[in-house]
């Protein structure tokens, strides 16, 4: 007989591989807060673990950058992903006694699986081929934002006065650090810029359109199937960049960086994430996710020698400010 484990309470997740969520943050959770019981001490391990998953998460942007110098950029997602796949399924038995989906759902976390994971890494793997780690990082940080007013498109959130102001802010961010730094235009890294934030919009849509189903299930379960789709979409664009792929370039550094970006950012850091959501509660937890954009910024000048643009600082710190006024229950109050 199967051993029957409770759903994990809470899930936060960013778009995979971007440096914020929403990205785990826009993703709908269930616990309302954390456990009243746990000591200091619990609490302080759960902080450090979670700002050390963040760190990770923002690392995970250079990490893919540096890669796919050496695999295609399709190539290396479907495979790091379908690694991952396997070992949040062997999690979930562990977690929750079993694996399998009700019929019914199938299609649907299908549909979410192949825009939020298949076309998101079709897109953000080949635009990071183009754009510098640094503006993919930040402009994903506004996913937040996209999902918002998606979400209240589709009707399963209401669109206030301070989140259309958040929003705004916030896109007007994104625009500053793409204006700053390639300028707009539809070749070389100003369209890797815009597949990126069209990437953002396809996880906007995994969360957005996925409420329902993970009111069924829980975020675990949902989402190691959602990735597992995913898979299935980035397959056709993996089959093609096949023949680019140069087995001699792959040294020992190319497999650690799969082994990083497969096990810890995927698959390991949104294990720790669940844990900590039932010791903090899950608003604690998003608070630590500004974070990420900038070590992504910070790794990718040390590691990959990319210049730090003031335009960059001033446009990411625009793009959380957006962000906070869009969640800012205060100034909900005030303006409606």
Not at 144 to 165: C, E, F, I, N, Y
Not at 200 to 208: E, I, K, L, N
Request: aromatic share 8%; hydrophobic share 55%; glycine share 10%.
């Amino acid at each position: 007989m199967n051993r029957k484990r409770r759903p994990s309470p809470g899930f936060v997740t960013e778009p995979p591989d971007a440096g914020t969520t929403a990205a785990p943050e826009a993703a709908p959770v269930a616990s309302a807060g954390p456990i009243p019981s746990v000591t200091p001490r619990t609490r302080h391990i759960a902080e450090i673990a979670v700002l050390l998953v963040m760190l990770t998460w923002g690392a995970n942007v250079v990490a893919v950058k540096a890669a796919i110098s050496d695999v295609p950029p399709v190539l290396f997602a479907f495979v790091r992903f379908g690694a991952a796949f396997v070992a949040l399924l062997a999690f979930l038995r562990w977690r929750e006694g079993s694996i399998t989906l009700p019929r019914a759902d199938v299609l649907p976390i299908a549909l979410l699986g192949l825009a939020g994971f298949g076309l998101y890494q079709d897109l953000w793997a080949s635009a990071l081929g183009q754009t510098t780690a640094s503006n993919s990082a930040l402009i994903t940080a506004a996913t937040p934002v996209s999902t918002m007013l998606l979400a209240a498109a589709v009707g399963s959130d209401t669109l206030s006065r301070a989140k259309l102001l958040g929003a705004a802010i916030s896109l007007s961010g994104a625009v500053g650090v793409v204006g700053a730094t390639h300028g707009f235009g539809f070749t070389g890294a100003s369209a890797g810029d815009l597949m990126t934030f069209a990437a953002t919009v396809c996880w906007s849509c995994y969360v957005a359109f996925g409420a329902p189903v993970l009111r069924r299930h829980s975020p675990l379960r949902t989402a190691t199937w959602a990735i597992g789709f995913g898979c299935l979409g980035m397959l056709p664009l993996a089959l093609m960049q096949i023949p680019q792929f140069d087995a001699s370039r792959v040294g020992l550094g190319t497999l650690a960086l799969f082994l990083y970006c497969a096990v810890l950012p995927a698959a390991a850091a949104n294990v720790v994430v669940f844990s900590a959501i039932k010791i903090l509660g899950p608003t604690r937890v998003m608070l630590f996710q500004f974070l990420v954009p900038g070590f992504a910024v910070i790794m990718a000048a040390v590691f990959l020698g990319e210049a730090i643009v003031v335009g960059q600082i001033v446009g990411g710190a625009v793009i959380v400010l957006g962000i906070l006024v869009a969640r800012s229950r205060r100034l909900a109050g005030a303006v409606g």
